[in-house]
């Protein structure tokens, strides 16, 4: 489940591999920066908000903190995406607060609850939770969150990342899909899509699928149409459990 923990990323025993160094050039989007040696390197952890006019001010974000500054690369793994970006959590030089944490504090990100390392994922899921706190950024729009009771609005962000908030109907096995229901007609309501092989991992965590029904969470992922909209899970990290009713 989402955790918080209000430290800065590697104080807060967020132990992550040297990968290199650099300077920064340019920003290609707003979560992608070009070095002097050429390299593009993807934050990790976190997603740009919606793209438009409030996305561009979150590239001008980026720029602010890192353009023409040295910085220093970390994570466990430099191999390139697939679109060849070095992926990593990024130190502007000489700090010890990620740019990811950065842009998270501000309301200029979302984050994405890829980073599996605990520690790591808990100072990002802080940096989110303090700037929707404080309405910072676009925490200052009270619709960032979508009611999972609205489908119509959940579905007019389809093949976009989404947070969406709501009570668990009912929580139903079919073949090897568990479906947290937040409605009964499947045609139209939102619902959370969780693959058998994700089971252990929540049972690990101390989560029984059962056990969120009739329990209010918040979902983040990417929206999908089958049927209703729909956010399929594939990190324990994406559901966080708000509370009964």
Same mark, same amino acid.
């Given at each position: /489940?989402?955790?918080?923990?209000?430290? @800065?990323?590697?104080?807060?025993?967020?132990?992550?591999?040297?990968?290199?160094?650099?300077?920064?050039?340019?920003?290609?989007?707003? %979560?992608?920066?070009?070095?002097? &040696?050429?390299?593009?390197? =993807?934050?990790?952890?976190? $997603? #740009?908000?919606?793209?438009? !006019?409030?996305?561009? =001010? %979150?590239?001008?974000?980026? !720029?602010?903190?890192?353009?023409?500054? &040295?910085?220093?690369?970390?994570? &466990?793994?430099?191999? #390139?995406?697939?679109?060849?970006?070095? @992926?990593?959590?990024?130190?502007?030089?000489?700090?010890?607060?990620?740019?990811?944490?950065?842009?998270?504090?501000?309301?200029?990100?979302?984050?994405?609850?890829?980073?599996?390392? #605990? &520690?790591?994922?808990?100072?990002?899921? *802080?940096?989110?939770?303090?700037?929707?706190?404080?309405?910072?950024?676009?925490?200052?729009?009270? =619709?960032?969150?979508?009611?999972? +009771? =609205?489908?119509?609005?959940?579905? *007019?962000?389809?093949?976009?990342?989404?947070?969406?908030?709501?009570?668990?109907?009912?929580?139903?096995?079919?073949?090897?899909?568990?479906?947290?229901?937040?409605?009964?007609?499947?045609?139209?309501?939102?619902?959370?899509?969780? #693959?058998?092989? /994700?089971?252990?991992?929540?049972?690990?965590?101390?989560?029984?699928?059962?056990?969120?029904?009739?329990?209010?969470?918040?979902?983040?992922?990417?929206? $999908? *149409?089958?049927?209703?909209?729909?956010?399929?899970?594939?990190?324990?990290?994406?559901? +966080? %459990?708000?509370? $009964?009713?």
């Amino acid at each position: /489940m989402l955790a918080a923990a209000a430290k @800065p990323a590697n104080a807060a025993g967020c132990s992550l591999a040297p990968q290199g160094e650099g300077r920064v050039t340019a920003v290609i989007d707003a %979560r992608t920066l070009r070095l002097d &040696d050429g390299r593009d390197v =993807s934050l990790v952890g976190i $997603e #740009p908000v919606a793209p438009g !006019s409030a996305g561009a =001010s %979150r590239t001008a974000a980026l !720029s602010a903190i890192t353009i023409g500054r &040295d910085i220093t690369l970390h994570g &466990d793994d430099d191999t #390139p995406d697939r679109y060849g970006r070095q @992926p990593a959590f990024v130190f502007l030089a000489g700090s010890d607060v990620s740019v990811q944490t950065m842009l998270l504090t501000q309301g200029d990100a979302l984050v994405a609850a890829t980073v599996t390392e #605990p &520690d790591c994922a808990a100072t990002l899921v *802080a940096a989110e939770a303090s700037a929707r706190a404080a309405k910072r950024g676009i925490w200052a729009n009270g =619709s960032v969150i979508k009611n999972a +009771e =609205s489908p119509g609005d959940i579905s *007019a962000g389809i093949g976009r990342f989404m947070l969406v908030e709501g009570r668990v109907l009912s929580v139903r096995q079919a073949g090897a899909t568990t479906y947290l229901n937040f409605g009964r007609n499947w045609t139209r309501d939102f619902a959370v899509t969780i #693959p058998k092989r /994700m089971i252990a991992a929540f049972e690990t965590a101390g989560v029984l699928l059962k056990s969120l029904e009739n329990q209010r969470i918040r979902v983040r992922g990417w929206v $999908e *149409a089958h049927g209703g909209p729909r956010i399929e899970v594939l990190r324990v990290g994406q559901i +966080e %459990r708000l509370g $009964e009713n």
